[in-house]
């Protein structure tokens, strides 16, 4: 009996209740319209092994740029055409760029790396502009989602929600009350705990994401039984059988 008890209870479990995959929940109270402060990634600090796009330009036409591509107009870059003209910052936080040399660009934001390199420029051009971005971004989703994999991104921001998006969504067995990321920041890798169901998450510092982010959506515990393919059961089946065993059982107790 107390297996049936047990089939029976796993057959309701089956069923994830919406309070577990729903996002972004709201409390009864508040009001329809909610709105939160949108952090975006100004302060974003450039990192070992980074990918950047360097753009050099004078705005003296009469000068000669050396840093200028041949016959090509920066300006009509696309943000996917960057990765192809990217310096990758080194183990010790610098980029080799011609006629410069070796500059420090570890724990600089982009503006801030654009002004340094502006003023490294001055010997060379005459009211150079510059322009860095971040290229060949990653981001890596992992767990219960539909494609877990690392995924490119060209844009410079991602917030987490497009990042699962690219992963396929998190399948039904994944608890989006218990996201995992990872992040490395200088010489520590940090791990924060996250809770998509809850508004709160668009007005953290963790919407948007950094490169080389890493998520990991955890099971819900349904998961973790080994309980994950029930649309592949006969449920008609399994349930006429449990119910006809109670009913057998009742009405041998009452006979007896």
């Not at 057959?11 to 929940?25: D, G, R, T």
């Not at 009864?28 to 952090?39: F, H, R, V």
């Not at 948007?208 to 990991?216: A, K, S």
Request: glycine residues 6%.
């Amino acid at each position: 009996m107390k297996k049936i008890y047990f089939l029976f209870f796993i057959f309701l479990a089956s069923c994830v209740p919406q309070k577990k995959i729903i996002y972004l929940q709201s409390k009864e109270d508040a009001p329809q319209d909610e709105n939160y402060p949108n952090k975006t990634k100004k302060d974003t600090r450039i990192e070992a092994f980074d990918q950047l796009y360097i753009s050099i330009n004078s705005l003296d036409q009469a000068g000669y740029n050396p840093f200028k591509l041949d016959g090509t107009s920066t300006n009509s870059l696309s943000e996917s055409s960057f990765s192809v003209l990217n310096y990758t910052v080194n183990d010790s936080g610098n980029v080799f760029l011609p006629f410069l040399g070796r500059v420090k660009l570890q724990g600089y934001t982009l503006d801030q790396a654009a002004e340094l390199i502006q003023k490294s420029c001055k010997k060379i051009l005459n009211n150079a502009a510059v322009t860095v971005h971040f290229v060949n971004n990653t981001v890596t989703v992992l767990g219960e989602v539909q494609r877990p994999g690392t995924y490119n991104y060209p844009k410079s921001q991602l917030n987490i929600f497009k990042a699962i998006g690219l992963a396929g969504d998190i399948n039904e067995y994944g608890n989006r009350k218990k996201i995992l990321l990872i992040r490395e920041q200088g010489d520590k890798i940090y791990k924060y705990h996250l809770d998509l169901t809850k508004n709160e998450i668009i007005g953290s510092d963790f919407y948007y994401l950094r490169p080389n982010d890493v998520i990991y959506i955890q099971p819900l515990w349904i998961r973790r039984w080994g309980v994950s393919k029930f649309n592949d059961l006969p449920f008609t089946v399994l349930f006429t059988g449990i119910t006809t065993a109670i009913t057998t059982y009742l009405l041998y107790k009452s006979l007896k």
